[in-house]
DNA sequence: ATTAGCTTGTGAAATCATTCACAAGCACAC
DNA sequence: GTGTGCTTGTGAATGATTTCACAAGCTAAT
């Protein structure tokens, strides 16, 4: 199949949440201009997304709201359970292996790690923090397939290439440094500071 | 002034800490290439970047990194403080206040606020969480500039009213929904799920 | 059965972003 | 000062993404 845009895949995600806030409210159908107001986005880009995977709808009517969250699930890959690993359990890394979100959504955090002893045997909702001495063995026996980083910048790039070598093919990295990978392995980094700048650039620059 | 993309935005924020490493480190100038090659750019990107604001280098020799930071600062506005306030301390607000980051890139953390009578009161890195029904008078009377919002979904549109109507205009969402803003109000949002969806896509097409 | 009213799916057009490619300019050596 | 070796700045070309616009198809009403 045709390579997809990222930013296609970023905005079928945002359907999908639509149509199960609107599959709870009893609709059965909804049409492309409907899923497109929710999301800011148009009907035609709606439409566009959709066509680079088939077609989903009903001329005249609009989409099941059930089947195509459906289809939307398994073009995500979220028909079954990830399993994920936290990298550092600062309060960052804490906050992210707490967070509610991810559990709902199919993303199980079964470890975190830490170099500091005085992080390490501590619980976060379930799960204890374990030496990150213990990441090659652990991956070995667990096979989580993704990893979030949330170490300092400084030991980011050494952990990914640690992460790697154990198998791991899927990174989102909260460290804000840029981060090197071989080709088949995805990664994505959240750089919080960095969005701060790009607001400050929209206020200084911003004269609507 | 012509409008500047984002993404280019974006990356005049990581030249700059790329620029600060390099002045770190006691180097005196840097080539469009070697800027590229830690942003995990092309050189002609860099230099078609800067070139939108002006002609920052010596041809055969490149760019003062002094000099250049210094312009990148002040085109991002980075060259005052911010003040900031977070909306929502529970694990991410309370891991956003307390993030060291922010402050070394000159964004104040003002003020935290809560609607939950148990965090209320609480301290976190010497800012004390407030009841959220202070936020239009605390606005009024401290003036900031940026709001965090780190509040649950179905409490984000509401509050972002509350915050437009103040006069805040630059919000970062963290909540897990799509939020409106009028066109004089820069809205940027950061979906953790939503990443972890992309990654999840990534992990069941990517056939290298 | 025909018509009216919607809505999809999709080529084509338009817009936006990146990469190419090269003239122009600077520093240094001789 | 002339030549050599780099590197910038930028139009032009390419590539990617979004928007347009409309034929095709479905439902329901008559």
């Known amino acids: 199949m045709k ?23 009893g609709h059965q159908t909804i049409s492309s201009g409907e899923l497109a107001a929710q999301g800011g986005t148009t009907s035609a880009q709606v439409r566009k997304d959709l066509s680079f995977f088939g077609s989903f709808g009903k001329r005249g009517l609009g989409y099941s709201v059930s089947a195509l969250s459906a289809s939307l699930r398994e073009i995500l890959g979220l028909g079954r359970q990830w399993n994920v690993i936290i990298v550092g359990a600062g309060k960052i890394g804490a906050a992210l292996a707490q967070y509610k979100g991810f559990r709902e959504r199919g993303f199980k ?36 397939q993704i990893a979030l980083i949330a170490v300092p910048a400084e030991a980011a790039q050494t952990l990914v290439y640690r992460l790697v070598k154990s198998g791991i093919r899927a990174i989102l990295n909260f460290a804000p440094t840029p981060i090197q990978v071989p080709p088949n392995v995805t990664l994505r980094s959240v750089n919080m500071a960095l969005e701060l700048e790009i607001l400050s650039y929209a206020l200084v620059n911003n004269d609507d």
Do not use: H, M, N, W
Not at 110 to 124: E, H, K, M, N, Q
């Open 109 to 144: 955090v079964i470890a975190v790690y830490d170099a500091d002893s005085t992080r390490i045997g501590r619980t976060l909702d379930g799960v204890t923090v374990r030496d990150q001495k213990e990441l090659e063995t652990d991956i070995a026996k667990l096979k989580p």
């Open 3 to 25: 390579r997809i845009a990222e930013s296609t895949v970023r905005r079928l995600s945002l359907y999908l949440r639509f149509l199960e806030e609107f599959e709870a409210q």
